[in-house]
């Protein structure tokens, strides 16, 4: 079987490194904290010394890490995987990072033989622990078919998107989506509670309706109970969000929702929340409309 490195082993990163190595893959795995590594090799991983070193091991390596400039550093830097790559390597990068840093990084190193795959998520932690993420793929046909076992290990959803790049723009147009409906969520279990009416009879009056979506259906049962604990932290939306910006000014595209659910969401950092859920920028809503929502 493939021969998988796995760095970046945070709050999805863990769960999908688990179900590699449960599918029956050998695995090597990463992490800047020893928690999450010493948790996975009494499970039957290695552990890797650094990126060179398990470049020079494995057959196909990821990255799932916080921000660009994060991968820039564990593939370029002085002991990254450029450093260790061998020709017939395959790099996978399951972060959120720009579009224009993918193909960056695919041109590097493809001058070493290195084949690239940018290979963002969405399905949150729940996705992550049952192998059931979305999977958005940007690079060449050929690799994704290499990897796609892989892939079967991790999620349930695969689109090869396009090439080098296209798997971060499919992401960023999920954040672009995911941010407004958590941002329209909590303004209207607000407007409902402070007009009037019960939220939760609001919420299942108009889930089965034109207003139907994936936010609505999961998460105010949550927010109803005050569980804002984190599915997807506020600050990595945040972070999102900002390369959406970052990108569309790259392209001169005005986007003026999601230019104001930037700000809800970097707001929410700003107040502290950052490390609670995406939905919890009902908080945001609250601060601004001076009502807290009930809760059971």
Request: proline content about 5%.
């Amino acid at each position: 079987m493939l021969k998988i490195g796995y760095i970046g082993l945070g709050l999805m990163g863990k769960s999908i490194a688990r179900n590699i190595l449960k599918a029956g893959f050998p695995l090597w795995v990463l992490n800047r904290s020893q928690a999450a590594v010493d948790e996975l090799v009494t499970e039957g991983a290695d552990h890797a010394i650094s990126p060179r070193l398990m470049a020079g091991q494995v057959d196909v390596i990821f990255t799932n890490l916080p921000d660009s400039p994060d991968v820039e550093l564990v593939v370029l830097g002085p002991d990254g995987i450029l450093a260790g790559a061998h020709p017939g390597l395959i790099f996978v990068d399951n972060s959120t990072i720009k579009p224009s840093l993918s193909r960056h990084l695919a041109a590097r190193l493809a001058e070493k033989g290195v084949q690239s795959l940018d290979a963002p998520v969405s399905g949150g932690d729940v996705g992550a622990r049952n192998a059931t993420l979305t999977i958005m793929v940007g690079g060449p046909q050929e690799t994704y078919d290499k990897v796609m076992p892989v892939f079967q290990a991790m999620g349930k959803t695969f689109t090869l998107v396009g090439g080098s790049g296209a798997g971060q723009i499919a992401k960023a147009a999920n954040q672009i989506m995911v941010a407004a409906q958590m941002a329209a969520m909590g303004e209207l279990l607000i407007f409902s509670q402070k007009a009037g009416a019960e939220p939760a009879r609001v919420v299942e009056a108009i889930k089965a309706g034109a207003a139907q979506c994936w936010a609505l259906d999961i998460k105010p049962p949550r927010l109803f109970t005050g569980n804002r604990t984190p599915g997807f932290k506020a600050h990595m939306q945040a972070k999102d969000l900002n390369i959406v910006m970052e990108t569309a000014r790259e392209y001169g595209m005005p986007l003026p929702s999601t230019a104001i659910n930037a700000q809800l969401f970097n707001a929410m950092v700003q107040m502290g929340l950052g490390e609670l859920d995406n939905s919890a920028v009902i908080a945001v809503i609250e601060s601004l409309s001076g009502t807290e929502l009930k809760y059971e």
